[in-house]
């Protein structure tokens, strides 16, 4: 069966610090890796997503990058934290499902819960 | 650009009522999946309930069903016989098309659902 594993649960950074957050999938090959954020209260922001090795697209200008080494592992780093990057980071994978019907849904990490400080 | 809209940011229901959370989207595709995922104070994304575009046909997943109305693209989510478990935020979400931006999803805002015993 497939399974996802984000890692760290909890991270508390100071600001200008660097950040390296990785997920993992297994049990699957040539998945589609995304990087959510999500602010305490509200919906989930796309930041990132890759529909193969070295290919990343970027949703928002930020602070972030992204990066896939690996099939199965999706990096979000930083170089220098910033206070506004605080919040829960999800990562998730779906199928690619091009054809109506062959896609079966995404399945989310646990989350980390970035503080900086 | 796609985007999904939930009007209620929060909504209450008695325990053993029904509740219908309401969903609106923006979109020029006609093949697409929409979706109502659950997240629980854990914050983890549990999958409710997905709907595929081309069928007409209402999803159903024993207590949750949705009311798919795709011309007025509207995509509400009702709970019936409502329990204690249910109390959750609940976010409607369009994936996009695989071929156009890489089946990633957008989220609406959100609806936080308290349940009273």
């Known amino acids: 069966s497939q399974t996802i594993h984000q890692w760290p649960a909890t991270l508390v950074q100071p600001v200008g610090s660097p950040l390296s957050l990785e997920c993992t999938v297994e049990?699957?090959?040539?998945?589609?890796l995304y990087w959510y954020r999500q602010a305490a209260g509200r919906g989930l922001q796309l930041l990132f997503y890759?529909?193969?090795?070295?290919?990343i697209s970027s949703e928002v200008p930020q602070n972030l990058s992204a990066s896939r080494p690996q099939d199965r592992q999706f990096i979000l780093s930083s170089k220098k934290l910033l206070l506004s990057d605080s919040g829960f980071y999800l990562c998730a994978w779906s199928t690619p499902g091009g054809r109506a019907g062959s896609f079966y849904g995404y399945t989310f990490g646990s989350g980390t819960r970035l503080t900086v400080v | 650009a796609q985007t999904v809209t939930q009007s209620q940011p929060e909504m209450s229901v008695q325990e053993a009522e029904t509740v219908t959370l309401s969903c609106t989207y923006d979109t020029s595709e006609s093949d697409y999946y929409l979706f109502w995922y659950k997240q629980p104070p854990s914050r983890q994304m549990i999958l409710v309930i997905r709907q595929e575009a081309y069928k007409q046909q209402n999803a159903t997943e024993n207590r949750f069903s949705v009311n798919f109305q795709k011309a007025a693209k509207s995509f509400s989510l009702k709970i019936s016989d409502s329990q204690l478990g249910d109390a959750a935020m609940y976010f409607c979400a369009y994936r996009t098309p695989i071929y156009n931006q890489g089946g990633k999803l957008i989220f609406g805002q959100g609806t936080e659902l308290s349940v009273k015993p």
């Open positions: 049990g699957t090959s040539n998945p589609n």
């Open positions: 890759s529909v193969g090795i070295g290919q």
